[in-house]
């Protein structure tokens, strides 16, 4: 049973910069499982924010960036501004057609 | 512009039967893979279903395999999910997504607003 791993939460200051991390319980994320992001607030459709590791879906800031730090898939967010307050998910495509998402991380900016 | 819309959901009973679809429109339907991803209130999001462009390939979450099908109408613009012997803990939003990607990208471009499953 594949699992992937997400911080539950996660605080930061408007301005600030966080990074968010998305692991396997067993192994290492690489871009061979083109990891990808998506910002949800309550009562909304996720929003895709990053695929394929590192590039931007269309319209979304450039401070949002994701990369490969160590064995996991990260996403960065630099210049933290009220409206990021929501819950990130990552999903790893684990081949043969199948997906699977982490458990999400809240993210609180205050 | 590229749309998805589900419909379908509702109340049914454990052990009852549901069919969602998801119609869209903006694209060339057949040319992408699609799927179902779902919700449970005050949870995270879990991967249900894929199908690919073609319908010849269709893939599932463990946890729904043997009681769910994806499969889709490509001249209808259409995607289903034909959900049986339903289970309390399958109560979730039902997003469809549009694949990009399929064999490079791998990721959820579009996702539609969801319908409410309800298993009580």
């Known amino acids: 049973q594949t699992v992937v791993t997400q911080e539950p939460s996660f605080s930061v200051s408007p301005g600030g910069t966080l990074t968010l991390t998305c692991g396997l319980s067993?192994?290492?994320?690489?871009?061979?499982?083109?990891p990808s992001w998506y910002q949800q607030t309550p009562g909304q459709a996720p929003r895709t924010l990053i695929y394929?590791?590192?590039t931007r879906s269309s319209g979304v800031p450039d401070r949002f960036s994701g990369s490969i730090l160590g064995n996991k898939a990260a996403l960065t967010i630099t210049g933290a501004q009220a409206d990021d307050e929501s819950d990130y998910y990552c999903?790893?495509?684990?081949?043969?057609?199948?997906?699977?998402f982490g458990g999400g991380t809240k993210v609180t900016v205050l | 512009e590229v749309q998805l819309l589900e419909s379908g959901g509702g109340l049914v009973q454990p052990g009852g039967s549901l069919r969602l679809s998801c119609g869209a429109s903006g694209f060339t339907f057949s040319s992408y893979g699609m799927t179902w991803v779902r919700q449970a209130p005050g949870k995270g999001l879990e991967w249900v279903s894929g199908i690919s462009g073609s319908g010849g390939g269709t893939y599932y979450a463990n946890s729904v395999k043997g009681r769910f099908t994806i499969s889709r109408d490509n001249s209808m613009y259409t995607l289903f999910l034909q959900m049986n012997s339903l289970r309390v803990e399958d109560t979730a939003v039902y997003y469809c997504a549009k694949i990009r990607g399929w064999g490079s990208d791998w990721y959820f471009e579009i996702w539609g607003r969801g319908t409410l499953v309800h298993v009580s």
């Open positions: 067993s192994g290492s994320v690489s871009s061979s499982y083109y």
């Open positions: 394929n590791t590192n």
């Open positions: 999903v790893l495509y684990m081949g043969s057609g199948i997906w699977v």
